[in-house]
């Protein structure tokens, strides 16, 4: 008896409640508004009505449109790229939130304005050749104060392990590694001294490459100067 009801029920729905197909996308930009949608939308309807026409009337109020949205788009990064800075310096912000708003920045910000990071003055940056060239110059600073700050937060059990790991990345950068029997082939090779009881990182070194690193007893010399952290 039920079932029949049901069945009448979602019949007479099929027949009498239109339906409409919507297209749900998942991880849209946060700073993607509905007014902002809605002026993409109407900008597309009119460059197809202007591709259709091909008539300078059309281009125009395509164009004028295609600025609008332009400037909506880069207005709404800003202001969502405020906030975040707004939060990140804000001390009262929970550990849960902190991460949360760190999650943000890294899927908004790096994305945004990667282009603009840097940790090191370029151009005091040592050329190819002097005797004082690193090519982890520009990363230095940032992985020196990552390994201070492993050592200051955790004080390693007695049983500890230095062990070879690979950083996927198949960017451009001159230290890039090919390993095939790793599972990420392509990536920065790194060795970090690490805790055995809870795998916690106590010490990152990155291998700068053949050209920079002398080859003879390497892995004697890496361990060594791991073990350095701990003395």
């Known amino acids: 008896m039920t079932a029949n009801i049901t069945h009448i029920i979602l019949d007479a729905a099929d027949k009498c409640i239109p339906n409409k197909i919507i297209t749900v996308r998942k991880d849209q930009p946060p700073w993607l ?24 009337k059309d281009w125009n109020k395509f164009k004028k449109i295609r600025n609008e949205v332009t400037n909506l788009v880069r207005k709404s990064k800003e202001d969502f790229n405020n906030s975040l800075i ?102 920065v090779k790194a060795w970090v001294l690490a805790d055995s009881q809870h795998s916690y990182i106590q010490y990152v070194d990155i291998y700068p490459g053949r050209n920079a690193t002398p080859q003879t007893h390497l892995g004697s010399s890496v361990v060594k100067r791991c073990l350095q952290r701990q003395i």
């Not at 007014?35 to 597309?44: A, C, D, G, S």
């Open 86 to 187: 707004k939060k990140v310096i804000n001390n009262n912000a929970s550990n849960k939130n902190w991460w949360k708003i760190s999650s943000l920045w890294d899927n908004f910000t790096l994305k945004s304005d990667k282009r603009y990071l840097h940790f090191s003055d370029s151009t005091q940056q040592p050329l190819p050749g002097d005797q004082n060239y690193d090519p982890l110059y520009k990363v230095k600073p940032l992985l020196t104060h990552f390994n201070t700050a492993f050592q200051q937060e955790y004080t390693t059990h007695r049983n500890i392990a230095v062990d070879e790991t690979m950083i996927p990345f198949k960017g451009r950068v001159q230290f890039k590694q090919y390993m095939p029997q790793k599972p990420h082939k392509w990536g």
């Open 33 to 56: 508004t509905n007014e902002i949608k809605k002026k993409i939308r109407k900008k597309n309807r009119i460059h197809k009505i202007a591709k259709r026409r091909n008539n300078s």
